[in-house]
């Protein structure tokens, strides 16, 4: 399809490629510098006060962020399929975007009033920016079977993603200035908040600009009611799932892997800060070499995955975490081992921060290739209404895993709380084998309405 549009045409087609590109290089402030490097830690430590007669000071902090992420993902999961199919009625794909975007602009703003004490306020506004944030992942990602022919749609979401942990690196590099995340520096880090929400804007002008709306089938009435249309091809798709059986198996697949994700995006800082008592310079290096990583890996995966196969690229990605967990788990043998064998003197937190370049590479390929698996399994015209059942599979695996864990670690150290991640990746290994990629996209490609 592409390589069929005149001169004019696939510089348009670039442009729109480029502004959809944008989305994940603006979005991916959010995600970086609030829920996974710095505002994970302020909450935790400073917003929520710590008890110092406690094994885990911060376990009261923990949970809270736990359960107000958990809650922000259970609401998208009422939501998504449902605007997911109004959307694809509607011709809304680009306005609905647009008020997540200046939804959680808003909210993350908000951030800056939040002060020491002040927990149920912050509890609040990271529920609220996280669910204009997540929907607006399930928004953004429905555009991408209309990109371009299903065989690129690997590498156009391994390319999205890719740019988009460059603006990861961007953003907290603009947060790091702020200063060290102490309760007597207080008054330069809420300005976090500010700081990350001005960039999300700003870096998300381009998608509005360039990105189109979906043309609408033939087949769509002048006049209808969003809300009836929209609960009907809900129920529809679910009464079809054995229609789309391949992508329905991959969806309770994928409910695992996601869980598992959620709970390292939103821990992988606090647990390096907490049992492996990691100092600046060695969070500012696992930064970097996630970032660098993560990028690295989705454009990698992206193309392998057009050469050997979406699921087997996923299925790559669930052995890479399941080691992964393994090396985390065991970090502090590991060093010992290290050092005995090889006469060296590293320490666990340096050990620590080089594992984490292996798990940069399973949080970009991972998320890249379900989204890609997605795109492929999906008709274009019930593009909107699949990412929501994808958004839905996700948030909801994300709500119950950070909810679930957020009790665990209550129960037993933070360290073997973790132990419930390695579980989940191999329970959605064993489940992802029972799918059947070629018959899912010609499922996919001989659908009618």
Sequence with gaps: MANDLNPKKKIARKRELFGWCMFDFANSSYTTVI??????????????????????????????????????????VITGPLFGAITDYSATKKLFLFLSYIGCVIATFALYYVSPGMIWVGFTLIAISNFFFASGENFASSFLPSLGDKDDLGKISGYAWG??????IASVALADTLGDQVVENYESLRLVGPYTAIFFLVAGIPTFLFLKE??????????????????????NTLRDAFKFRDLAIFLFSLFFSMA????????????GSQEVNIGKEHRTAMFIFIQVSAAVGALAFGVLQDIIGAKKTFNLTLVLWLVV???????K?????????????????????????????????TQSASRALVGIFSPESKSGEFFGMWGFSGKFAAGLGLFLFGYIQTLVTLRNAFLVVALFYLISLLINFFVDEDRG?????????
């Design 260 to 271: 598992a994700l959620a709970i390292v995006i939103s821990f992988a800082f606090i647990y």
């Design 325 to 331: 967990c393994g090396l985390i788990y065991f970090v």
């Design 163 to 168: 740019i988009g942990y460059i603006g990861g």
């Design 333 to 365: 043998d590991l060093t010992g081992f290290l050092n005995s064998t090889l006469g060296t003197q590293w320490t666990v937190q340096w050990v620590f921060v080089c594992i984490s370049s292996l798990a940069g590479m399973g949080l970009g390929s």
């Design 35 to 76: 829920i996974s490097v710095i505002y994970c830690d302020i909450f935790t430590k400073l917003v929520v006060p710590s008890d110092p007669n406690s094994s885990n000071p911060f376990q009261f902090g923990n949970s809270l962020w736990a359960w107000s992420l958990a809650i922000s993902y259970f609401a998208v």
């Design 441 to 449: 996209v010609e499922v996919a490609k001989n659908f009618k309405e």
């Design 214 to 235: 979906p043309k609408l089938g033939d087949n769509v009435p002048p006049k209808v009611n969003y809300l009836e249309i929209g609960v009907k091809r809900v129920v």
